[in-house]
């Protein structure tokens, strides 16, 4: 059971950054399509963006296509989360999970997750 450690959450102001990053245990970690969802209170996990194992291939949600980006470090085992330009809607716990089969969109799709980072961002 390979095991997801997210860091780098904190609060922030309206239009502000932070960087999320996320670092796996597993020495196969470079092999695998990597995810970051979020969850904000009384809501559904939601999925926010997605890498392949080669770092060739991204897609985001349409909430934030534009202001995040994900990228990975396969060297360091390491997965990142770039937010730019936040809004209050942004608020959430921010998980990084291991995708294992089927659409990258869903959370069934993913087998092992982080415990989160919380992100606030205040208006």
């Known amino acids: 059971q390979v095991l997801l450690v997210e860091s780098g959450g904190g609060l922030v102001q309206a239009g502000g950054s932070l960087r999320l990053s996320c670092v796996g245990t597993?020495?196969?970690?470079?092999?695998?399509?990597m995810g970051w969802f979020r969850q904000a209170p009384g809501k559904k996990r939601e999925f926010v963006a997605v890498?392949?194992?080669?770092?060739?291939?991204?897609d985001y949600a349409d909430s934030v296509k534009g202001r995040f980006t994900i990228s990975r470090d396969n060297a360091m085992n390491s997965v990142y989360l770039q937010l730019n330009r936040l809004k209050p809607e942004d608020t959430a716990v921010y998980h990084c999970?291991?995708?294992?089969?089927?659409?990258?969109?869903?959370?069934?799709?993913?087998?092992?997750w982080g415990q989160g980072t919380q992100v606030t961002v205040s208006s």
């Open positions: 890498i392949s194992w080669t770092g060739g291939f991204t």
């Open positions: 999970a291991r995708h294992g089969s089927g659409n990258y969109y869903n959370t069934g799709s993913y087998d092992s």
């Open positions: 597993e020495r196969t970690f470079s092999s695998y399509t």
